[in-house]
């Protein structure tokens, strides 16, 4: 048997693959199963920022609903909605409870956009039992006249308000749509992150042509959208001290190796364990390991970031040699790119 035991955000790991923020861990029977399946922690699924507040707004009419009552009502309690009604308020039942139920780290998702009183929700989750809190900022700055620094510094700042209110690790989901992704990933490590998630994947609205109307739905990941989040990984690897975890595109046990390899300290997959169901991640372990045996490595740490951009190098230029390495792999492969003077398919390098 191969060690595969991890360390994540300071977190001592069985193994490095970690079950995403998903529908999955919407109850502790599935908390329970996801743990029992084999993997080396679990992301519960995220608390909205909406539903803080929604959950906020309710108490706030209650009490106003009784603020003005004569001194004899202060002998009865006013009918509170159950607690148990609260999206907040289950999500730290919950929390709590499958805390309790399993042995590996619960790491509690908060998902919102704005730096307000919802990242004092964290302290709650911290209370519940979270070994770490994962802030999965899905803001999407839909208005044209936003400034990209302006988004930047809504990350830093939810960040660093978080990491003053609570004493646990935090992690940062990112989306990989920033204009220097690497600049803000290193931002994100001078404000505290323990950790960078890579990457978010955003709701992609389409158009139906035939209703004549936009719509809205939500795809399991494929292999192929690994390779921007495995990009960055590579080349953040030396570069940042937060623990870095690659989400997105993982199917099989190749996926979890490849992402390893570029650098990643663990491995995170939903789509894979909804698509396959959760007992699927005994099949990437056993992957995993079987690979590692034929490979002589004993643990992770022998090939973590075997191939990921060595530091000290010009990224930039590495890239680009990169670039040009797969043009001239297309041009053997299918011949000159200028063919379509001779009625052949042309490659763009565009």
């Known amino acids: ?31 329970r199963a996801l ?5 080396g922690a679990v992301v519960m699924y995220s608390l909205f920022e909406e539903e803080v507040h929604r959950e906020q707004l309710r108490d706030l009419m209650v009490s106003e609903a009784h603020e003005d009552a004569f001194g004899e009502a202060l002998s009865y309690f006013p009918n509170v909605p159950s607690a148990g009604t609260g999206g907040a308020t289950r999500y730290l039942r919950l929390l709590e409870q499958s805390v309790a139920a399993v042995e590996v780290p619960v790491v509690a998702s908060l998902n919102g956009s704005t730096a307000g009183g919802w990242v004092g929700f964290a302290r ?20 044209p006249h936003t400034r990209a620094r302006d988004v930047e510094d809504r990350h830093v700042e939810i960040l660093q308000q978080v990491r003053e209110a609570v004493s646990v690790p935090v992690a940062v989901k990112l ?27 955003f709701l992609q609205p389409d158009v139906d042509p ?8 939500v795809t399991l990941s494929t292999p192929a959208e690994a390779r921007v989040a495995r990009t960055w990984i590579a ?23 490849s992402y390893l390899l570029a650098g990643a ?10 698509r396959h169901g959760v007992g699927h991640a005994g099949v990437l372990l056993d992957g995993l390991e079987d690979w590692m045996r034929r490979k002589g490595f004993a643990t992770p740490e022998e090939f973590r970031g075997l191939l990921a951009v060595p530091v000290g190098v010009d990224q930039s230029a590495y890239e680009r040699a990169g670039y040009v ?13 200028t063919g379509a003077s001779r009625g052949q398919p042309t490659i763009s390098s565009t």
Do not use: C, W
């Open 210 to 217: 035939e209703a004549l109307a936009v719509t809205t739905g």
């Open 325 to 337: 390495e797969a043009l001239e792999k297309a041009r053997r492969t299918y011949g000159d790119l």
């Open 235 to 257: 080349i953040l690897r030396g570069h940042v001290t937060a623990s870095l975890a690659a989400t997105t595109g993982v199917d099989g046990a190749a996926d979890v190796v």
């Open 1 to 31: 048997m191969s060690d595969l035991s991890t360390s994540y955000l300071g977190l001592a790991l069985r193994n490095p693959l970690v079950a995403s923020a998903s529908p999955l861990s919407e109850g502790v029977d599935r908390v």
């Open 35 to 39: 743990a029992d399946s084999g993997v």
């Open 124 to 143: 709650s989750m911290q209370d519940a039992g979270a070994a770490a809190i994962e802030l999965n900022v899905y803001f999407v700055p839909g208005d």
């Open 265 to 274: 300290d663990v491995v995170m997959t939903a789509s894979a364990l909804l």
């Open 175 to 201: 989306s990989p749509h920033f204009s220097s992704t690497g600049e803000m990933a290193m931002r994100l490590d001078r404000a505290g992150a323990n950790g960078l998630v890579l990457f978010n994947r």
